[in-house]
């Protein structure tokens, strides 16, 4: 059982690139998020999930696109990346709303 | 709305010694409360949960928390710290009854003093 898994778990892009972050789960949960974690700034919520095909934006939204086609995989994507969205991008699941998150285990994304 | 408050951005104690790291909510509706413990260039890691039922709730490598309505409070404890617990420590909140995402505090880095 994989749980929650973020793929790449490094990347470097040049500004201007666009770059697509997968998260896939196997826990058959009905929710998915996207976060990213910068120092001294907690975790800031870019989009989620509340189901297969549906999508709703977070705090920290602009610069990226989400898609959720199938139910176990949540995309989220760079445009054009800009140097302020390096960070640490975290995705997780939840079974339902009286349960915690699973997190996968983040992707670090320079962008120079 | 909901919300959630740390106090302490970091906490140092003594190896052996109590830990203590303070969470406190807001919410117009019972919530349900969580603790996340992220160790260096790890993803969060849930430590343990109240919904329903008890309002002390163990969890994992020993740590516990109590749920106290009156205070809008869920603290964080472990009678005895040990250098593995140096880590950093989220509180968040969810509200009941549909709510769609968890509201998490700003974090707590724990420092472990040998």
């Known amino acids: 059982n994989a749980g929650v898994t973020q793929t790449p778990k490094f990347r470097v892009l040049k500004t201007g690139q666009s770059m697509t972050l997968l998260c896939a789960q196997d826990?058959?949960?009905?929710?998915m998020y996207w976060y990213r974690q910068d120092p001294g700034m907690g975790l800031r919520l870019i989009h989620y999930s509340v189901g297969e095909g549906t999508t709703a934006k977070g705090e920290v939204p602009d610069g990226y696109n989400v898609s959720r086609l199938k139910k176990q995989n949540f995309l989220l994507g760079l445009e054009s990346a800009a140097p302020s969205q390096t960070s640490v991008y975290f995705c997780?699941?939840?079974?339902?709303?009286?349960?915690?998150?699973?997190f996968g285990s983040g992707t670090r994304l320079t962008v120079v | 709305a909901q919300s959630v408050t740390q106090l302490g951005s970091h906490v140092s104690v003594s190896e052996g010694a109590l830990v203590l790291l303070r969470c406190n909510y807001s919410s117009s509706v019972p919530p349900y409360l969580f603790w996340y413990v992220q160790y260096p260039n790890q993803g969060l890691q849930l430590l343990l949960k109240?919904?329903?039922?008890?309002?002390l709730v163990k969890g994992i490598n020993g740590f516990e928390a109590e749920f106290k309505k009156s205070e809008t409070s869920f603290h964080l404890t472990k009678p005895s710290a040990h250098m593995s617990d140096a880590a950093e420590y989220f509180c968040a909140v969810s509200e009941d009854f549909g709510n769609e995402k968890l509201t998490f505090g700003t974090g707590t880095r724990l420092t472990i003093i040998p």
């Open positions: 109240y919904t329903t039922g008890a309002t």
């Open positions: 997780a699941s939840r079974k339902g709303t009286a349960y915690g998150y699973t």
């Open positions: 826990m058959n949960h009905e929710y």
